[in-house]
């Protein structure tokens, strides 16, 4: 027997989530690789869906979009990733219904983890890494972005936040951070003492963020939350600014007269890993954001904090934890 977390309605994750168990998964199919998992994030994605699931009871949906754990089989005829093979330590993303002891996964979405890495961090190998390159080659499209062009993100003390911080640093962008508390500034300036880092809880936070950049026209912005603080943001960009939206912290919508994007012609981006990367991204493209996803991975490897860890029959507990302010790190879920 084998147990996955499922729902049946959408709500509150850590009143709608409950562990079922039923038979093992039949051998793969070609174009198919079941996993035995050993853990699983909790990603805000993840539970973002389970609150906008259906309201009316439906058959059990298992959340999850991310995994580790070791090859079983591999379905007759499959083409897999180099390195992964029965027996070897893999990533699976993105791979909808990833929080389950047993995945048959797609083949395109198993990546061999680097012996290097612990359990903790090839739970996280993949979805976060893979957004921070997202983002850097939206900055990228920006002409003045690497020359004096300066970054700005949002929600900088992030699981993505601090991938992205570690990042900049590797390609010398400049950057300014922004978190929501001065407890969280000074853990940012703690971790990346060359980064400067501005807490909105002063009143003039935006001008000591226009002070921060030292110069330099504000080029890009990365937000996490939306709401005012695009509003805040589009008002700190130079003109020709490029805004790329990726999270939706905030509850209240963005809202922005027509007027402010025309006089800075400014670009509003949306972007999105799940939806956007697999179908955008050429194959190759993707093999080389794996690569480049396993190096961040690798070379940031203390960057991946893993917040708490739970068992499996915790996953209220893990859920409620996944959303505490101030928590620092991914929470994990480890599956037996
Ligand atoms: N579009 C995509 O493809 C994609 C992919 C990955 C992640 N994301 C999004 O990126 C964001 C970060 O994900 P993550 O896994 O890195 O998150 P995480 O590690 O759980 O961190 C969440 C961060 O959000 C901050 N925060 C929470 N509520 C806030 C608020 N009301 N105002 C300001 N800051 C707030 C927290 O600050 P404190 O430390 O002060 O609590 C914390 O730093 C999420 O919104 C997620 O949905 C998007």
Wanted: proline share 8%.
């Amino acid at each position: 027997m084998t147990r996955r977390v499922v729902y049946t309605r959408g709500g509150a994750p850590a009143d709608v989530l409950t562990v079922i168990e039923e038979p093992e998964p039949v051998a793969p199919e070609r174009g198919q690789v079941l996993i035995r998992t050993t853990a699983f994030p909790v990603h805000p994605g993840d539970l973002h869906l389970i609150e906008a699931g259906p309201g009316d009871a439906v058959d059990p949906v298992t959340p999850g979009i991310e995994a580790t754990g070791v090859v079983e089989a591999i379905g007759p005829g499959t083409r897999v990733a180099p390195g992964v093979e029965v027996g070897v330590r893999v990533t699976v993303f993105p791979q909808p219904g990833s929080w389950a002891q047993r995945l048959v996964a797609d083949a395109e979405a198993v990546v061999a983890v680097p012996e290097e890495l612990p359990d903790e961090v090839a739970a996280q190998m993949l979805a976060n890494p893979l957004t921070a390159v997202m983002l850097r080659r939206e900055a990228q499209e920006h002409l003045a972005f690497g020359y004096d062009g300066c970054l700005v993100q949002t929600a900088a003390g992030s699981s993505v936040g601090r991938l992205v911080t570690g990042v900049s640093q590797f390609h010398n962008f400049a950057l300014v951070n922004i978190v929501r508390s001065e407890r969280g500034a000074a853990e940012l300036r703690k971790r990346f003492p060359d980064v400067p880092v501005v807490s909105t809880e002063h009143p003039g936070w935006a001008d000591e963020v226009r002070k921060a950049a030292g110069g330099r026209p504000v080029s890009v912005a990365f937000d996490a939350i939306g709401g005012k603080m695009t509003r805040s943001l589009m008002d700190i960009l130079a003109p020709g600014g490029k805004l790329v939206s990726y999270g939706m912290i905030a509850e209240d919508p963005i809202s922005v007269h027509a007027s402010t994007l025309v006089s800075k012609s400014l670009t509003l981006r949306g972007k999105n890993i799940i939806s956007g990367w697999p179908s955008e991204a050429s194959p190759e493209r993707r093999a080389s954001d794996i690569a480049t996803a396993k190096q961040i991975a690798l070379a940031l490897k203390d960057q991946f904090d893993v917040a708490a860890t739970y068992g499996l029959d915790e996953v209220p507990d893990a859920v409620e934890h996944a959303v505490q302010p101030g928590k620092v790190g991914t929470v994990l879920v480890r599956t037996w």
